[in-house]
T-cell receptor, first 117, second 113 residues
Framework: GAVVSQHPSWVICKSGTSVKIECRSLDFQATTMFWYRQFPKQSLMLMATSNEGSKATYEQGVEKDKFLINHASLTLSTLTVTSAHPEDSSFYIC?????????????FGPGTRLTVL | GESVGLHLPTLSVQEGDNSIINCAYSNSASDYFIWYKQESGKGPQFIIDIRSNMDKRQGQRVTVLLNKTVKHLSLQIAATQPGDSAVYFCAEKASNTGNQFYFGTGTSLTVIP
């Protein structure tokens, strides 16, 4: 199956700093990538949809100025958590769509554990 | 909005037994369904998918059943093993909702040795 990677797998940062998380589709091109946030023992919460070459579409309640998304190529999307605070600590997961059809599959990255001190 | 829900948040089964995880969805126009497995600290992993024109699909030790009449999806795991312990999510996608996947709340499966 298709492979999606994330980097870093975990990061610890001080409050007020910014953290960048990369999401790459390794063996396919992804027109659309998604960013999710997950709290312990909870489901995935979609944060934003990232389309190559255009602005991301954010879900209601997600601050676009705080969670900056850049989808610079068909294989790379980045999520930058700006001025991180302890409440931003979470598990962030990206996924990539293998195509634009309703029957195209979405594959997930391994996730990035963010801890803000 | 659309919703995909699971009937059972937790499920414990004895090793070797069969497991059945259920999922209800609300969009009758859903075209495509996927089951994902998520182990602790990892991203969801694709298990099996099914299209709306099918009722059943089998994989290795897993079977997905789709009942469009009652908008119900199930995942059956045969001869459950300790390595099957994880959270299982169903996801559905429909062309009338922008091809976006909607995920259920998840069922935590625990396999008892």
């Amino acid at each position: 199956g298709a492979v999606v990677s994330q980097h870093p797998s975990w990061v610890i940062c001080k409050s007020g700093t910014s953290v960048k998380i990369e999401c790459r589709s390794l063996d396919f091109q992804a027109t659309t990538m998604f960013w999710y946030r997950q709290f312990p023992k909870q489901s995935l919460m979609l944060m934003a949809t990232s389309n190559e070459g255009s602005k991301a579409t954010y879900e209601q309640g997600v601050e676009k100025d705080k969670f900056l998304i850049n989808h610079a190529s068909l294989t790379l999307s980045t999520l930058t958590v700006t001025s991180a605070h302890p409440e931003d600590s979470s598990f962030y997961i990206c996924s990539a769509d293998t195509g634009t059809s309703v029957l195209d599959t979405q594959y997930f990255g391994p996730g990035t554990r963010l801890t803000v001190l | 909005g659309e919703s995909v829900g699971l009937h059972l948040p937790t499920l414990s089964v004895q090793e070797g037994d069969n497991s059945i995880i259920n999922c209800a969805y609300s969009n009758s126009a859903s075209d495509y369904f996927i089951w994902y497995k998520q182990e602790s600290g990892k991203g969801p992993q694709f298990i099996i998918d099914i299209r709306s024109n099918m009722d059943k699909r089998q994989g290795q030790r897993v079977t997905v059943l789709l009942n469009k009449t009652v908008k119900h999806l199930s995942l059956q795991i045969a001869a459950t093993q300790p390595g099957d312990s994880a959270v299982y999510f169903c996801a559905e996608k429909a062309s009338n909702t922008g091809n976006q996947f909607y995920f259920g709340t998840g069922t935590s499966l625990t396999v008892i040795p």
